[in-house]
């Protein structure tokens, strides 16, 4: 009785030292949806949700769960970011011992000079760049530190589990610190040599300061601060001001004549729909900006927004500059994703709340008609059974913790 009071009250603690750091959107939007959606809307996306999660597991060698991105466990591997996103959005669904086997097997991966992977496959073998092992698109990820320093916060928050924390923090910290950034404390992909940008956009060459791994790694440095305070290890100092100094750095990627954040500021400089949402949704925008990045989302709905799911630019357009060939209209090239509902339907909410439920009702519509996939256009789709396309949509509906 006492170890589950415990157990509690950790959550507790760490639940409110997340919100009180600006990490989370308000939760009235949920609870919005919560009331607004049927019983059988939310009932449904918590079992396909399930469905998903148990479909995607593969067993590694020693034995290790490793939760692939796609619900039928077609992947031989286990990914940082994906593996990051199922937790963070619905680890209510997976058991908690997996989390904590799936995080040492990560970090087994991890390079001798910070690196943390991309993924691991079932042999035990680190990758770390996108792509194939024989042609990979870069040396590494850029979102590789974020995302694992996401993940492990990500477990805690759920499980109350510090020991992991302090366990992990100095692994975390070298892998934060192996990002490339510049004296703006923004993340930096150099021109002529450009590494893989956020790993749903791995394909992009947005180079020079780069928005969304930018926003990953403040993320990631406000939980590593607020879980250091409570486990009492680490510098939480040292992460407040890497965070610090990215959000006063931000406004060199906002584009005032469009009322939203620039993906980079080299190649493609263009308005970034995810990254802006995730600015605001983090609070790392102005209360200025952030009311006209909701502007922006309502004004061009019909454009960025198809069935529920989300494109990565503004209508019509394609990205500048690409690491491999990608048609445009398919994949990252214009195709349009569930991943960021979580983060674009909040702030979505702020200018229209109800065309925010609206997006919401039609990704489970589509869901349910046309099944839980990476990414669609029209006819086009791509990877069937996508478990980020669930786990995610799935996080806005969940009862609070």
């Known amino acids: 009785m006492n170890r589950q009071c ?26 919005t949806l919560r009331q607004r959606l049927s019983a059988e809307e939310i009932g449904w996306m918590k079992e396909a949700t399930r469905r998903q999660l148990a479909g995607c597991r593969v067993q590694a060698t020693d034995g290790t769960w490793l939760y692939t991105p796609d619900g039928v466990g077609n992947y031989r591997a286990l990914w940082t970011r994906d593996f990051a996103y199922m937790v963070e959005y619905a680890a209510d669904l997976l058991p908690p011992e997996h989390i904590r086997k799936g995080i040492t097997y990560l970090l087994r991966g991890q390079r001798s000079d910070g690196c943390m992977p991309d993924r691991v496959n079932v042999d035990g073998r680190g990758v770390y760049a996108p792509g194939s092992e024989e042609h990979p698109l870069a040396d590494h990820a850029l979102d590789n530190g974020p995302f694992m320093a996401k993940l492990v916060c990500a477990y805690v928050l759920a499980t109350g589990d510090l020991q992991c924390f302090r366990d992990t923090e100095p692994a975390l910290r070298k892998g934060l610190d192996f990002t490339r950034r510049d004296e703006t404390g923004l993340v930096f992909n150099p021109p002529e040599a450009p590494q893989c940008p956020y790993g749903f956009t791995d394909t992009v060459a947005k180079t020079g300061h780069e928005l969304f791994c930018s926003l990953l790694y403040a993320e990631a440095c406000r939980r590593m601060e607020a879980i250091c305070r409570k486990a009492g290890c680490g510098d939480p100092d040292e992460y407040k001001r890497r965070a610090e100094r990215i959000a006063s750095s931000l406004n060199i990627l906002w584009d005032d004549s469009v009322g939203m954040f620039l993906a980079a500021d080299r190649d493609c400089r263009q308005a970034d729909v995810w990254g802006s949402a995730l600015a605001v949704h983090l609070g790392l925008a102005s209360e200025n900006q952030s009311s006209r990045v909701a502007s922006y989302l309502a004004a061009n709905y019909d454009g960025i927004v198809q069935r529920g799911q989300i494109r990565h630019l503004p209508a019509n357009q394609h990205w500048q500059r690409l690491l491999a060939p990608v048609a445009p209209g398919t994949y990252q090239n214009g195709a349009f994703w569930g991943t960021p509902i979580p983060w674009v339907a909040p702030v979505l909410a702020r200018q229209d709340k109800e065309l925010a439920v609206r997006l919401v009702r039609e990704a489970i519509a589509d869901y349910r008609e046309r099944g839980i996939t990476e990414c669609v256009n029209g006819s086009y789709h791509n990877v069937p059974e996508y478990v980020a396309s669930a786990t995610n949509l799935y996080g806005l509906l969940r009862e609070p913790r």
Not at 8 to 20: E, I, M, N, R
């Open 6 to 31: 415990n157990y509690l009250a950790a959550c507790c603690v760490l639940s409110a030292s997340f919100s009180a750091v600006g990490a989370e959107e308000p939760r009235d939007f949920s609870e």
